[in-house]
């Protein structure tokens, strides 16, 4: 019963922390918008289909590639860094444009997620969403990744972010994301918050 009742606290918590961050964010999005647009041809904001409680949807999430780059990717597949898991990224990456780049270091790409808080897709706070690609490679344990709903942030994600690394262990992502499965808590999901923002105003990296 008390787990249900804070599970429906994460949700009003999730919509107006959400609805908050579109009013007073509009202005970012405006400009942001802008920029994309004069940097490279193509809609600012684009949709992805990701997994999230064992469902597709549809993630909102500015455009930081070239129109047409996921269809390059196979030609791509030999630059791939990773070798832990059923993923694809590299070094310098030819596809993203020089805006884009802006964008993911700053992790400004993702403000449009908020679209997806606000509508119940997504969560402030959850596992990373993944490709169904990625997804179909999963084995039984890897699951755990996607049984809850998915999230802007996440144990992942700001554990990445705490040991600069470009990326975990597809291990270690599975192993964050299963404690945070046994162990969630309206506490729990507040300190991830708190380290998420502190992450954003101290880490000089992304600026």
């Given at each position: 019963?008390?787990?249900?009742?804070?599970?429906?606290?994460?949700?009003?918590?999730?919509?107006?922390?959400?609805?908050?961050?579109?009013?007073?964010?509009?202005?970012?999005?405006?400009?942001?918008?802008?920029?994309?647009?004069?940097?490279?041809?193509?809609?600012?904001?684009?949709?992805?289909?990701?997994i999230s409680q064992?469902?597709?949807?549809?993630?909102?999430?500015?455009?930081?590639?070239?129109?047409?780059?996921?269809?390059?990717?196979?030609?791509?597949?030999?630059?791939?860094?990773?070798?832990?898991?059923?993923?694809?990224?590299?070094?310098?990456?030819?596809?993203?444009?020089?805006?884009?780049?802006?964008?993911?270091?700053?992790?400004?790409?993702?403000?449009?997620?908020?679209?997806?808080?606000?509508?119940?897709?997504?969560?402030?706070?959850?596992?990373?969403?993944?490709?169904?690609?990625?997804?179909?490679?999963?084995?039984?344990?890897?699951?755990?990744?996607?049984?809850?709903?998915?999230g802007i942030t996440?144990?992942?994600?700001?554990?990445?972010?705490?040991?600069?690394?470009?990326?975990?262990?597809?291990?270690?992502?599975?192993?964050?994301?299963?404690?945070?499965?046994?162990?969630?808590?309206?506490?729990?999901?507040?300190?991830?918050?708190?380290?998420?923002?502190?992450?954003?105003?101290?880490?000089?990296?992304?600026?």
């Amino acid at each position: 019963m008390q787990k249900n009742f804070s599970k429906k606290i994460k949700r009003a918590v999730d919509f107006l922390g959400s609805f908050l961050g579109l009013v007073f964010l509009s202005p970012v999005f405006l400009v942001i918008s802008i920029l994309i647009l004069l940097d490279s041809k193509g809609a600012p904001i684009i949709r992805l289909k990701r997994i999230s409680q064992s469902r597709e949807f549809l993630m909102w999430k500015f455009r930081t590639m070239f129109v047409g780059a996921q269809n390059h990717k196979n030609e791509l597949a030999q630059n791939n860094i990773r070798s832990d898991g059923p993923f694809f990224k590299m070094e310098n990456d030819p596809r993203v444009t020089k805006f884009g780049k802006i964008l993911r270091k700053t992790r400004l790409d993702e403000l449009p997620q908020l679209l997806n808080v606000l509508k119940g897709d997504m969560s402030l706070v959850g596992p990373r969403p993944h490709e169904p690609e990625e997804v179909a490679h999963f084995n039984e344990e890897s699951k755990i990744l996607i049984k809850n709903k998915a999230g802007i942030t996440g144990m992942a994600q700001v554990t990445g972010a705490e040991q600069k690394k470009p990326f975990l262990p597809f291990s270690e992502e599975v192993r964050l994301e299963k404690y945070y499965s046994d162990n969630w808590s309206l506490g729990l999901d507040f300190k991830i918050i708190l380290k998420t923002i502190k992450i954003l105003l101290t880490d000089k990296s992304a600026w």
